[in-house]
């Protein structure tokens, strides 16, 4: 079990900067003229490209980083949990002290490999990505949304959707990966188990 629950934890942290850039995706979908629809084949920003600092003012208008902090906040807390269970099931008889010694040991790793350095790192190696794929007008266009009334509601409620989105998925992802590596460990016996054919 212990195995589902950690792949569970990986699978939740690659997940990260997607969940937290979905709206932002979303709003340069809407926002890019039919002609653009087609990717570019490209890996150069095009020349009417946006700059850095473009994204950027664009980031921070939409609260990337504090969406992307929501985000680890939640996952830490269910990655605390699994390694609570972890340590129950490899140390079931420690003593109270060493489960506060290990605790506070996993939370300076995941504060170390989720703190403010990664998502800036995770924020700054997106940035390219944006000035490949969007324009400069079309990130004007997302300005003049989400400067708007709805846009303003949408910023507003986002942290908070997207941390309620998780704990309302959180049961079912667990279910998921519980039932998915059952069946993996369940092919990996079969095969295990079976009898070897002879080498010709």
Do not use: W
């Amino acid at each position: 079990m212990s195995k589902s629950f950690s792949m569970l934890v990986l699978v939740l942290l690659c997940m990260l900067p997607a969940l937290a850039q979905q709206g932002v995706s979303k709003a340069a979908t809407k926002s890019r003229p039919a002609s653009q629809g087609k990717k570019k084949t490209s890996s150069a920003p095009a020349a009417d490209a946006p700059t850095r600092e473009d994204v950027l003012k664009l980031f921070n208008l939409l609260q990337v980083a504090k969406t992307m902090d929501a985000v680890v906040s939640t996952t830490k807390q269910q990655s605390m949990e699994v390694a609570q269970q972890m340590i129950q099931e490899k140390i079931p008889q420690a003593s109270a002290a060493q489960k506060k010694e290990l605790r506070e040991k996993i939370e300076g790793i995941m504060g170390q490999a989720l703190g403010p350095d990664a998502i800036k790192q995770m924020l700054e190696a997106t940035i390219p990505v944006y000035q490949h794929h969007l324009t400069k007008a079309d990130l004007q266009a997302m300005v003049a949304f989400y400067t708007s009334p709805v846009g303003q509601k949408i910023l507003h409620e986002q942290s908070a959707m997207v941390q309620e989105s998780m704990e309302a998925s959180e049961g079912i992802q667990q279910r998921i990966a519980r039932a998915m590596f059952q069946k993996i460990d369940e092919q990996i016996e079969k095969v295990a188990e079976a009898p070897k054919e002879p080498v010709r």
